[in-house]
């Protein structure tokens, strides 16, 4: 899965482009992120928070190109179903090739790894709309701070990656 994460992330840094939906920097930071809590052995909620924030941005991408091609598609809804899409392609091979499921490996009575993957999902998306919210309080719609679009987002992961940790430490 690491793998398959680390290639669209070269692929899409390699492929000429105007513009992404989110910065290539934030994508690198969280498959890096994603790779380097399963190398140390994290535990797979801090592991799926890493997971959830990929799969966003990957719905992010896939939307943006799709509407550059069909103008009249609505951007929210575009986002819910490439966004939806990916989760749908992710999640149950998690569960078939048995990264999920087990029964001994859960929090709050749900799969470690589930859980994880949704609030990383949610708080990645918190921090992508933080980021707008501060640019439009701006009339010209620039950052506040140097590297806003990548600490807004990635931050509130790294929160919940060291909360998790504490919290599921045996």
């Given at each position: 899965?690491?793998?398959?994460?680390?290639?669209?992330?070269?692929?899409?840094?390699?492929?000429?482009a105007?513009a992404?939906?989110?910065?290539?920097?934030?994508?690198?930071?969280?498959?890096g992120?994603?790779?380097?809590?399963r190398?140390?052995?994290?535990?797979?909620?801090?592991?799926?928070?890493?997971?959830?924030?990929?799969?966003?941005?990957?719905?992010?991408?896939t939307?943006?190109?799709?509407?550059?091609?069909w103008?009249?598609?609505?951007?929210?809804l575009?986002?819910?179903?490439?966004?939806?899409?990916?989760?749908?392609?992710?999640?149950?091979?998690?569960?078939i090739?048995?990264?999920?499921?087990?029964p001994?490996?859960?929090?709050?009575?749900?799969?470690k790894?589930?859980?994880?993957?949704?609030v990383?999902?949610?708080l990645f998306?918190?921090?992508?709309?933080g980021?707008?919210?501060?640019?439009m309080?701006?009339?010209?719609?620039?950052?506040h701070?140097?590297?806003q679009?990548?600490?807004?987002?990635?931050?509130p992961?790294?929160?919940?990656?060291v909360?998790?940790?504490f919290?599921?430490?045996?």
């Amino acid at each position: 899965m690491f793998f398959l994460f680390v290639l669209t992330a070269v692929v899409l840094l390699l492929l000429p482009a105007a513009a992404h939906a989110q910065c290539p920097v934030c994508t690198v930071a969280v498959v890096g992120g994603l790779g380097l809590s399963r190398w140390l052995g994290i535990d797979d909620t801090v592991t799926g928070l890493w997971v959830g924030a990929a799969l966003l941005l990957m719905g992010f991408w896939t939307s943006k190109w799709l509407r550059k091609r069909w103008k009249d598609w609505s951007p929210a809804l575009t986002d819910y179903i490439c966004i939806t899409i990916y989760w749908l392609l992710t999640v149950p091979w998690l569960y078939i090739f048995n990264f999920a499921g087990h029964p001994l490996n859960r929090l709050w009575g749900i799969d470690k790894l589930l859980v994880g993957i949704l609030v990383g999902t949610v708080l990645f998306l918190l921090g992508f709309y933080g980021d707008r919210i501060l640019r439009m309080q701006r009339e010209d719609g620039k950052a506040h701070f140097p590297y806003q679009k990548v600490i807004l987002p990635v931050t509130p992961l790294i929160l919940a990656s060291v909360f998790f940790y504490f919290i599921t430490l045996k």
